[in-house]
């Protein structure tokens, strides 16, 4: 096991509605990032927080946002659910972002269907 | 932001050692190759990583090409537990977070 927690594991919205996932960091890790993986395919890269700031983003809309806390957890909110967001929703913590920031340690994920 | 490609699947028998190739020829100077795998329904596992140099720990090893355009990952002893699918990343750049960019990786399956 990593100590990085996510929760819930399995969660079940419709279309239009909005969704809050949340990750515990490992104990130290002032870093968080957030994976989209689609059934099939790898894991895509959200956004990542570090220090309680937005440190980067990728190709994802505004409707995907996020938060981390003084203690370093996070949360991701998905607004306007789309048939699309149905995927396993990962959090990764590091210490520190940079070239060789080294290793990630992700959660076992959180399941997210919208019917 | 350097792109890899993998092939999408390979066999090892058990007790076997698994090469699994990676090329990176868009690699700079200062990036990167990380190694990781994902088990089915488990997040993603951090197996390795290096620059220039190879580099080896408890669960595999890291073979880089003097050119830095190409590296091995091999597990020295493959078991029916190292069946997953393992992804060679090169991180994104700055603006980005040094974001991992995971790809399709290679589904590695271990026979016995």
């Known amino acids: 096991e990593t100590g990085v927690t996510q929760s819930p594991t399995h969660l079940i919205k419709t279309r239009g509605q909005q969704v809050t996932l949340r990750c515990s960091s490992q104990s130290g890790h002032n870093t968080v990032s957030w994976y989209q993986q689609a059934l099939g395919q790898g894991p895509q890269f959200i956004f990542q927080?570090?220090?309680?700031?937005?440190?980067g983003r990728g190709n994802f809309p505004p409707r995907f946002s996020g938060l981390q806390f003084p203690n370093y957890s996070s949360e991701l909110n998905v607004n306007a659910l789309e048939l699309d967001d149905s995927a396993l929703y990962l959090c990764?913590?590091?210490?520190?972002?940079?070239?060789?920031?080294?290793?990630?340690?992700f959660g076992e994920g959180s399941r997210l269907t919208v019917l | 932001d350097a792109k890899t490609t993998q092939p999408p699947s390979m066999d090892c028998a058990e007790g076997r050692a698994a090469n699994l190739p990676c090329n990176h020829s868009?690699?700079?100077?200062?990036?990167?190759v990380y190694w990781y795998r994902q088990i089915h329904s488990q997040g993603p596992q951090y197996i390795i990583h290096?620059?220039?140099n190879n580099e080896t720990n408890e669960m595999a090893s890291l073979i880089i090409t003097e050119d830095r355009k190409s590296s091995t990952l091999i597990l020295p002893h493959a078991t029916l537990r190292d069946t997953a699918v393992y992804y060679c990343i090169v991180p994104s750049g700055r603006s980005s977070g040094y974001a991992l960019n995971f790809g399709k990786g290679t589904s590695l399956l271990v026979t016995p």
């Open positions: 868009t690699i700079s100077g200062n990036e990167y």
């Open positions: 290096g620059l220039k």
């Open positions: 990764a913590s590091s210490l520190g972002t940079g070239v060789n920031t080294g290793e990630l340690f």
């Open positions: 927080y570090y220090r309680e700031e937005e440190n």
